[in-house]
Nanobody, 114 residues
Framework: VRLVESGGGLMQAGGSLRLSCAAS????????MGWYRQAPGKQRELVAT???????NYADSVKGRFTISRDNAKITVYLQMNILKPEDTAVYYC?????????WGKGTAVTVSS
């Protein structure tokens, strides 16, 4: 299974970006999907998750600004990021889990300038 993220880039504070992550390969059934991020010099942290039935969970730091969604037919997860802040600067990784293992993308960089 291969996950490929896209949509990262450079944005000014207050702007918006939409990340996408599409899966390909031998996939049985994807349960949970999510986004994590890792800022320079920091540990990877949870950003948002979404279950198969659409239940979502967000880090406190992004609540009200970021929205996670999924398209099961396309096996794709999205992260709409609004009101971006410089502290959102990080490499963003998507993850998907089936009933056997977790899969990770290689990340897409997001840089927010002040």
């Amino acid at each position: 299974v291969r996950l490929v993220e896209s949509g990262g880039g450079l944005m000014q504070a207050g702007g918006s970006l939409r990340l996408s992550c599409a899966a390909s390969g031998s996939i049985f059934t994807i349960k949970d999907m999510g986004w994590y991020r890792q800022a320079p010099g920091k540990q990877r942290e949870l950003v948002a998750t979404i279950t198969a039935d659409g239940s979502t969970n967000y880090a406190d730091s992004v609540k009200g600004r970021f929205t996670i969604s999924r398209d099961n037919a396309k096996i794709t997860v999205y992260l709409q990021m609004n009101i971006l802040k410089p502290e959102d600067t990080a490499v963003y990784y998507c993850t998907m889990a089936d009933y056997v293992e977790d899969f990770w993308g290689k990340g897409t960089a997001v840089t927010v300038s002040s």
